[in-house]
């Protein structure tokens, strides 16, 4: 078949398709004979970055950077558009943030090179195809590379600046993550049919909690803690390995009632939570472990128990990778259902 025809019966395919939709549209708006719409589940990904001293390669050395890692995911992106049995009309979305967004002067100026948004063409599903197939000006090769430079310069100010931001993870789960954080764009919400989101946040941190001025010994009122801090994890750790009945790690801690202060945000129920990068404080630089359990154990539990605390629908936390293959096998294994 010579390529002219071939995209011809494809453009074909499309208005078939666009009429439909529309059809679809007209007369949800217009019938009460179904009770539920159809729902249509759409990604909605966001990347979080902790840009505190965790970015120090000096103080915490990291196989990976986090600008390599936010481009392994964004090269994944464009897979996830066939996922749900969706001929058309996707609203997918990835988008970029921080911990906090008001900290960063001039992260607005960013904003609009943060982002892939399919819902943003709408009904025009010709346009939609030809930004995934890179077929216009307007493409989604063009967009990732503009999305990977402006993450590039975030991170290079971050490391310029003389001093790092907060890592106040406590408050971003509190108050970052409000009901519109995960707005999707142009949804449809009829009689018929119903665009909803598949919520996820990518969160690159080290799994610590710490605030300038605020990392004292006594951050944790009983045993609620606002902060994680070194101080935090090694009572823990006293705690477990001063026991005189041994238990499972999972079940000392579940004993103990040390926790992560809840924030009783209900903007997290339903969320999807993939933590990457935690970085414990008690191997060597060489990766020699210097104390048990490890840093990393006892944040894995605090995370685990917080989130699920809060309504957080499906849970993923993982140590610092080695490789971006890494990153890709994980990240593509989480956003499979």
């Avoid at 970029?96 to 002067?105: A, D, K, Q, S, T």
């Avoid at 930004?131 to 063009?142: K, M």
Wanted: glycine share 4%; with cysteine; net charge positive.
């Amino acid at each position: 078949m010579k390529p002219l025809e071939m995209r011809n019966r494809y453009s074909f395919l499309i208005i078939i398709l666009v009429f439909l939709y529309s059809a679809v549209n007209l007369y949800g708006q217009g019938s009460s004979r179904t009770k539920k719409p159809n729902l249509i589940t759409h990604y909605n990904i966001k990347i979080v970055s902790d840009l505190s001293n965790r970015l120090d390669d000096e103080l915490y050395p990291r196989q990976l950077e986090d600008r390599e890692i936010i481009s392994e995911i964004l090269h994944i992106f464009p897979d996830v558009f066939r996922n749900y049995n969706r001929l058309a009309f996707q609203k997918d979305k990835l988008s970029y943030g921080l911990l906090n967004p008001l900290e960063f002067r001039d992260y607005n100026s960013y904003k609009d090179d943060l982002s892939l948004d399919l819902g943003a063409f709408g009904q025009d599903q010709f346009k939609r195809v030809d930004y995934v197939r890179n077929r216009s000006e307007n493409a989604i090769n063009t967009d990732i590379a503009k999305f990977n430079s402006a993450v590039h310069e975030i991170y290079q100010h971050a490391l310029e600046r003389g001093s790092f931001y907060t890592a106040d993870t406590w408050g971003f789960f509190k108050q970052v993550v409000d009901e519109n954080y995960f707005n999707l764009t142009n949804p449809i919400n009829t009689v018929m049919a119903k665009d909803i989101s598949r919520n996820i946040i990518v969160l690159l941190t080290d799994g610590f909690i710490e605030v300038a001025n605020r990392n004292s010994i006594n951050s944790c009122i009983d045993r609620s803690c606002e902060l994680l801090n070194s101080h935090q994890i090694e009572k823990f750790r006293k705690y477990y390995n001063n026991l005189e009945t041994k238990m499972s790690l999972k079940e000392a801690f579940k004993a103990s009632g040390y926790k992560i202060k809840p924030v009783n945000n209900p903007n997290l129920k339903g969320v999807e939570v993939l933590m990457l990068e935690l970085n414990g404080r008690s191997k060597t630089k060489s990766g020699r472990i210097t104390k048990t359990p490890t840093d990393f154990e006892i944040l894995k539990l605090y995370w685990k128990d917080f989130l699920t605390r809060e309504g957080v629908k499906k849970i993923e936390i993982k140590n610092v990778q080695p490789s971006t293959d890494n990153i890709n096998q994980i990240v593509k294994a989480f956003l499979e259902e």
